[in-house]
């Protein structure tokens, strides 16, 4: 089983900064991708930023220049910095890992797994 721990929402005012974080714990053998999805209330959930294995980044256009994801892979831990932050950033943010985890056999495979979320409000 693994867990993903995520921290650091809350309410920020427009213009401002926050730094989510996402740790990974469990039966990790290594972790090939982790990526930070939202849901705003009434909206579908989508795509912010996503960073592999090789630190290869990839983001959301509607965040581009405004967030920077990173990962310490020491401490199986994403980041993500969200500056100059605007009302329609407002949303549940979720961690999003794919790991190699060890199977009860022994075998190693892959799985994707979700954190709770955590929530960003941005507002005046």
């Known amino acids: 089983q693994v867990q993903l721990v995520e921290s650091g929402g809350g309410l920020v005012q427009p213009g401002g900064s926050l730094r989510l974080s996402c740790a990974a714990s469990?039966?990790?053998?290594?972790?090939?991708?982790m990526a930070w999805h939202r849901q705003a209330p009434g909206k579908e959930r989508e795509l912010v930023a996503v960073t592999t294995t090789s630190s290869s980044t990839n983001y959301a256009d509607s965040v581009k220049g405004r967030f920077t994801i990173s990962r310490d892979n020491a401490k199986n831990t994403v980041y993500l910095q969200m500056n100059s932050l605007k009302p329609e950033d407002t949303a549940v943010y979720y961690c999003?890992?794919?790991?190699?985890?060890?199977?009860?056999?022994?075998?190693?495979?892959?799985?994707?797994?979700w954190g709770e979320g955590t929530l960003v409000t941005v507002s005046s």
């Open positions: 999003h890992a794919n790991i190699r985890v060890l199977g009860a056999t022994g075998v190693p495979y892959d799985s994707l797994w």
């Open positions: 469990g039966s990790i053998i290594s972790i090939n991708s």
